[in-house]
Each structure stands twice: as structure tokens, then as C-alpha cells.
T-cell receptor, first 116, second 112 residues
Framework: GAVVSQHPSWVICKSGTSVKIECRSLDFQATTMFWYRQFPKQSLMLMATSNEGSKATYEQGVEKDKFLINHASLTLSTLTVTSAHPEDSSFYIC????????????FGSGTRLTVV | QKEVEQDPGPLSVPEGAIVSLNCTYSNSAFQYFMWYRQYSRKGPELLMYTYSSGNKEDGRFTAQVDKSSKYISLFIRDSQPSDSATYLCAIGTTDSWGKLQFGAGTQVVVTP
């Protein structure tokens, strides 16, 4: 089955530094990946759609200069949280699919970011 | 108003009982409906997926969709302690595959 690997699973960084999170499709190619954010005891909120070879599409209210997304290959999308602050501490999750159709979207295991 | 409403719980049931979960949504344009299970600090895992109104069964799980009422349900029969998790409903449209609107998630605790 489709496997999406996300790395790191957790990271602690100092305020003002940048953190990169990787999302890889291990056994399929993904032209589109999605990045979500989840605060404790809250639901997943879509941040952006990552398109291979083109610019990401950000949801309303998400700062594109703060959350940099790069989808340079069909198996890798990265999310970089720039100049991180404590309020950026959250659980970040990606999803990807080998084909269109809601059934096909597999989620990564998530990255817990803590900014101190 | 949120597009998808889901009671966050927690919902506590004894082992063997039926767990009943539900969500309501506001936009009739939504066309497909999913239920995910999420364990603490893990990514969501797809449980059920359906397009149409009616019931869909898979093992101990039954998903129910009523498009006229904009209401979806998930039932878990013969619940086990391993079913203790947060259950999220998610809905989407076919013109934006993968862009899902999630409910808040209901925390379920199945006690032995």
C-alpha cells in the first residue's frame, strides 16, 4: 500500500531559527501533496497544497513567507518554518496520493514542532 | 460557522458496546465523506470512505451518510480498548481532490 514518510517525527528548536520538515512518498509518485497543521485537541487545518514543479497554493491566513514549501520531485515535499516562534509550535502532517480520488490520500505520521 | 461540526467528546463506553459518532456539515457541495482514526501523536488513518447516501459496512465499522440532512455517522460494533483513539470525519469535493475539511475529532475511550 501507499506509504508516506515524514521526518523528523519531533523537533525542538530555538525561537528565531528555521526548521525543515520532509514528506516523502515511498512507493509511489505524488504530483500533489497537502500540508496540515493540528493544535492540541483541535482538528487538522489545511495549510497549503504542494504542487510538484510549481508554487504551492496557500490557504487563507497562512503566511507563505513563513511556511516555505518546496516540491522539487515527485516523491518529496518539504515544509520550512522560518524564524519560528513559540506560537508555531504544533503538529504538522502531510498527505499524498498516487492518484486522484479521496480514498487514495495517505497521511504521514506527523511532526511535532516545539519552539522554545 | 464551521463547515464541519463534530462533538469533541470525550466519549467513554464499556468494552463490547456500540460507539456512535457523528458530524454535520453545512455545504451541500461536499461529495465524499471519510472517517479517520488518529492515535495520539500519529497521523490519521483512513477507516471508511463513501460517496453516496446510505450505509457502508466494513467489518465492525458502519458509515452512514444522509446528504439531505447533511449528517454523517460512524458506528463501531463490539468496541475494544484498542479502539480508543480520536475519530475525525472529513469531507471533500471532487473538484478539489485531497483538500479535506475535517471535523474537530471525537475522543473515544473504551474501558475494559
Amino acid at each position: 500500500g501507499a506509504v508516506v514518510s515524514q521526518h523528523p517525527s519531533w523537533v525542538i528548536c530555538k525561537s528565531g531559527t528555521s526548521v525543515k520538515i520532509e514528506c516523502r512518498s515511498l512507493d509511489f509518485q505524488a504530483t500533489t501533496m497537502f500540508w496540515y497543521r493540528q493544535f492540541p485537541k483541535q482538528s487538522l487545518m489545511l495549510m497549503a497544497t504542494s504542487n510538484e514543479g510549481s508554487k504551492a497554493t496557500y490557504e487563507q491566513g497562512v503566511e507563505k513567507d513563513k511556511f516555505l514549501i518546496n516540491h522539487a520531485s515527485l516523491t518529496l515535499s518539504t515544509l520550512t518554518v522560518t524564524s519560528a516562534h513559540p506560537e508555531d509550535s504544533s503538529f504538522y502532517i502531510c498527505s499524498a496520493s498516487a492518484s486522484t480520488g479521496g480514498r487514495g490520500y495517505t497521511f504521514g505520521s506527523g511532526t511535532r514542532l516545539t519552539v522554545v | 460557522q464551521k463547515e464541519v461540526e463534530q462533538d469533541p467528546g470525550p466519549l467513554s463506553v464499556p468494552e463490547g458496546a456500540i460507539v456512535s459518532l457523528n458530524c454535520t456539515y453545512s455545504n451541500s457541495a461536499f461529495q465524499y465523506f471519510m472517517w479517520y482514526r488518529q492515535y495520539s501523536r500519529k497521523g490519521p488513518e483512513l477507516l471508511m470512505y463513501t460517496y453516496s447516501s446510505g450505509n457502508k459496512e466494513d467489518g465492525r465499522f458502519t458509515a452512514q451518510v444522509d446528504k439531505s440532512s447533511k449528517y454523517i455517522s460512524l458506528f463501531i460494533r463490539d468496541s475494544q480498548p484498542s479502539d480508543s483513539a480520536t475519530y475525525l470525519c472529513a469531507i471533500g469535493t471532487t473538484d478539489s481532490w485531497g483538500k479535506l475539511q475535517f471535523g474537530a475529532g471525537t475522543q473515544v475511550v473504551v474501558t475494559p
